[in-house]
Each structure stands twice: as C-alpha cells, then as structure tokens.
C-alpha cells in the first residue's frame, strides 16, 4: 500500500472534539490521520472510530511492546478498528513481531503493521545513556533488518536512516517518518529531523507532521502550505 499524499497529521490530544475539528480542516490537504498514546489513551477504540470515520486513512500509533502473546491480541483488537496501519516497537524482538503479524493476517482490508525503529526524540548521546551500543543508524539499520525478516510491512525512522533502510531493506519496504518540522521551526523534543520536502525527496512513503500544523493558528492554511511545498518539490 502507498498513499497518494503523505502527509498524515499527528491528533496527539485528549480532546475528541478538537481532533475532530483540525481533521476535517486538514481533510482536503492531506493525506491520512495519526492518533497516538495520548489520544488512545484518553478516548480509546471508540475515539479511533471516530477519527477514521472521517473518511482520510487512520494510523493508530500503538507503539506495542510486550510479551508475544499479549501483542497478537492487541494488534487484532487495533486491526478491527478500522485503521490503515498500526505499529509495535521493532525492539520487542522477532517472536513478538511475528506474532503480531500472524494475529492479523487473516483480517481484511488487513492494515500495515510496521515497527518502531529510533524514536527520533533521541540522538546517540541519550542511546549511549541508557546503555545501547553503537550509533542511532546502526540501530536503525538492524532493527529495519529485523522487521522485515519477521514479516512486516515496513518501518518508522528518521528521514536521517532513510537511504539505510532503503538499501538494507528495498523499495517496497513502507518507510514512515516522524520528526517532520518546517524549515526554521520549533524542534520542541524532536533531535533527527528534517523538513516536509527533505524528507520526500529522502524516499519518506508517509511523513507525520503533527505540531507544525495542529499549533498552527490556522491549521488548514498549515497543511495546505506544506502540500503546496511537496507538490514545488514534484512529490
């Protein structure tokens, strides 16, 4: 699956009536809606509905990780909720992935289920802090390896490992990437970043822009901005 625009806004809030409001304003701008921990926290599968009801494919950020068993039955619960593509962190190992991939595979439309590589909040100095060895690309790198051997359909990374993955991974390996920021933007608690136009050009199959436009003081002129910089760039 590829999206025809990639841009999918992050709703990273507790407040239904407010996601709902940024989604239909974005709509006609963008190409899918990202719900993650916070949402799913607070409003749960019912708010997920909601949000895909209005109408722009749903990535339910999950972030699973745990056991094999307890994943399998999370990603069939997320599979049902009418979402175009989910996610598990690609460091809860093989086993967990698989399962995860097993759970769903029956389910159709089944949804991309694609793993967690790097967080792009963090650099090499916070991995080394927490006691991971090697640089944040070669992380990347053997997670992506990783994932794809137990059969998922892709990846998150930052537009920074894109070309790794790429060559580790092939073409029609489903890169999405977070850390999106508009060129002398904020980076708030982002680290690997790169903007809407770099990160298309980088190979980028699905860019989450979240802060960029939902801070926005017009939301809809926010996407809008960044569609017209992808369409300059011919993406």
Known sequence: MRFSNPVFVALDTPDLSRALAVAQAVKPHVG????GLEFLSALGPDGARRIAEVGLPLFADTKFHDIPNTV???????AMLGAAMFNVHASGGEAMMRAAAEAIADIHPR???IAVTVLTSLDDGVLTSVGQ???AAAQVERLAILAKKSGLDGVVCSAHELAIVRKAC???FVTVVPGIRLAGGDLADQRRVMTPSQARAAGADVLVVGRPITAAPDPAAAARAIAQELA???T
């Open 232 to 234: 300059g760039t011919g």
């Open 111 to 113: 949804p991309l289920l």
């Open 133 to 135: 060895q090697g640089s």
């Open 72 to 78: 399998a039955g999370a990603a069939r619960a997320t």
């Open 170 to 172: 092939g073409p029609d």
């Open 32 to 35: 899918g809606l990202k719900v």
